[in-house]
C-alpha cells in the first residue's frame, strides 16, 4: 500500500511538472522586469571569499542588502575532539567592515549560529552578510569536510557583541562571541 502512495505522489508531481505552460495575453502596458537573484555558495575555503560575494543584486522591499568584507579577515577553528567542541579561539575583536572565516578542523558537522542579537537593524545585516543555504536566520549551513570553511562578514554590522554557538554541539558548550568595534 505505501508503494502505491508514493507511486501516486510521484505521478501527481511529474504531470504537474509536465502540464505544460500557458501563455498569457499579450499587454499592452509596460511592466518592469524584475532583477534576477544573486546567487552564493554555502562554504568556500578562499580568505576572501566575503568580499567576493555578490552586492549588485537588489534586495528586495524590506530587506537589507549583503555588504562585503572590506577590511581583515579573522580565522576561528571550529573543533571537536578529545578536550572537547570549541571554537578557537572563542572571542574574536573585529573592525566594522572585517569578516570572520569560521574553518571546520574536525569533529563535525558544524555550523555557526548567532543568538540574542536584540537590535533589528544588526541582525537584519548581519542575517544578509551570512551567505549559502542557511538552516534559518542567523544560522549558516552545516560545514562538513575538515578544511571547508564559512566566511561572514561584519561589514554595516553595528557595534557590539555577538555571540554565536553551533548548533549541532550546543549542549556541549561550543560556543563563541565576536565584539565588533
Known amino acids: 500500500m505505501r508503494f502505491h502512495g508514493i507511486a501516486l505522489l510521484a505521478s501527481a508531481t511529474i504531470l504537474g511538472a509536465c502540464g505544460g505552460e500557458k501563455t498569457p495575453a499579450a499587454d499592452t502596458t509596460a511592466t518592469a522586469t524584475p532583477a534576477p537573484a544573486a546567487t552564493t555558495t554555502p562554504a568556500d575555503t578562499g580568505a576572501a571569499a566575503a568580499a567576493a560575494a555578490p552586492a549588485a543584486a537588489a534586495p528586495a522591499a524590506g530587506a537589507v542588502a549583503a555588504a562585503p568584507a572590506t577590511g581583515t579577515t579573522h580565522e576561528v577553528k571550529m573543533i571537536g575532539d578529545a578536550t572537547g567542541y570549541k ?25 555557526v549560529t548567532f543568538q540574542n542579537v536584540t537590535d533589528a537593524a544588526a541582525k537584519a545585516q548581519l542575517d544578509a552578510n551570512m551567505p549559502g543555504q542557511k538552516m534559518g536566520e542567523l544560522a549558516g549551513p552545516m560545514v562538513m569536510q575538515p578544511n571547508e570553511a564559512y566566511v561572514v562578514s561584519f561589514a554595516k554590522v553595528p557595534p557590539g557583541k555577538y555571540d554565536y554557538i553551533c548548533t549541532p554541539h550546543a549542549a556541549m558548550n561550543m560556543k563563541g562571541s565576536i565584539t565588533v568595534q
Open 87 to 111: 571554537f578557537e579561539p572563542a572571542n574574536t575583536t573585529v573592525k566594522q567592515g572585517d569578516a570572520v572565516k569560521f574553518v571546520m578542523v574536525s569533529g563535525g558537522p558544524h555550523n
